[in-house]
């Protein structure tokens, strides 16, 4: 119903671009809920660690849409913004939100998970803040590398995305201790309908994104906000609302290593397997994506993965350490906000 009024208020001409900017994100939302939904009924019949995968690789898929149909629209910062967003609001937002949820839910107020995916999780983040604040250095100091970032992009997207392949198997062949005695409610809904709502969503996240960033640039000017703040908070936001419920949800539940599988795994995708892939698919849009960020959030990157690795390395986190990265998220929203 949504997606269907988000393409009304697309294509219907007097509708303001801000209502129709609001619809699709909503939609996006709805969307991103139906894949999340489609992929834990699927998942469930594979263990943890793969629902966590299947789970943060398709949900990711409204912002793989969001992010191209930015870049052919030639805006680059709402690309780039939107892309990155995606890993700072699932790794402070959504997992400082599943932390409290899940430590409140636990004997002794201390959420319990396997630190092998955390610890996974931080090494990718700091891979790809590697070459982000190598390339930003490179331009700050305008030496002769910064005149071929788009190559070094390329190259470096290859290297993260054969190393994340690498980390896949290790993850997917390898069971962590304790999880086959980890018990999950049974699939409500038999496979082939899930098959066929993950299809229909997919296609339905496509032009969801397209009608999204649509109505983004007019309402950017209407609203008077960011194309930083657009893209880092509110584009990502909207389309990481499916890992905010699945992930508390899941987290209320008792079900802490699904809850941070879940959370940890659409970080590390994002991070080390969304990002390169768009720079690679991005050479077949109007407009090219690197690794070139500003210094602002090539350092936020890193601070992040730290924050990230110092909170769930030791496999437990209490209310306080959510606390404290759902704060770190609102002092980067609010230099977003002052940004270009």
Do not use: C
Request: net charge negative; proline share 3%; hydrophobic share 55%.
């Amino acid at each position: 119903m949504l997606t269907l009024l988000a393409g009304i208020t697309r294509f219907v001409t007097g509708v303001g671009h801000v209502l129709a900017f609001v619809v699709a994100g909503f939609a996006l939302a709805g969307v991103a809920w139906i894949v999340s939904f489609s992929t834990e009924q699927v998942g469930q019949r594979f263990g943890t660690a793969a629902t966590g995968m299947m789970q943060s690789t398709l949900g990711n898929l409204p912002e793989f849409f969001v992010v191209i149909f930015a870049l052919n629209a030639g805006d680059k910062v709402v690309a780039e913004t939107a892309i990155l967003g995606s890993i700072l609001v699932n790794a402070l937002l959504v997992l400082g939100l599943v932390i409290i949820v899940g430590a409140l839910r636990s004997e002794g107020r201390i959420m319990r998970f396997s630190a092998r995916l955390p610890n996974d999780t931080a090494t990718m983040l700091m891979t790809a803040s590697f070459i982000i604040l190598l390339v930003a250095l490179a331009n700050g100091a305008n030496d002769s590398a910064s005149h071929h970032i788009k190559t070094i992009s390329i190259i470096s997207a290859v290297a993260i995305l054969i190393a994340y392949s690498v980390w896949v198997h290790q993850y997917l062949t390898t069971e962590p201790r304790g999880e086959k005695h980890q018990e999950h409610e049974p699939p409500r809904v038999p496979t082939a309908t899930s098959l066929i709502l993950l299809g229909l969503s997919g296609l339905a996240a496509a032009f969801v994104s397209d009608w999204f960033v649509h109505a983004l640039e007019p309402t950017i000017h209407t609203v008077g906000i960011s194309r930083s703040f657009a893209g880092l908070v509110i584009v990502a936001i909207a389309g990481n609302a499916v890992e905010h419920a699945v992930g508390v949800v899941l987290a209320a539940k008792g079900e802490n290593e699904l809850a941070i599988s879940v959370v940890k795994n659409s970080v590390a995708q994002i991070a080390a397997f969304l990002y390169p892939l768009l720079v690679l698919v991005s050479l077949l849009t109007a407009t090219t994506l690197t690794f070139a960020l500003p210094p602002v959030y090539a350092g936020a990157l890193l601070g992040t993965s730290v924050i990230v690795w110092q909170i769930t390395g030791d496999g437990e986190a209490t209310p306080f350490e959510g606390a404290s990265l759902i704060a770190a998220f609102v002092i980067l929203a609010t230099v977003a906000a002052f940004e270009a």
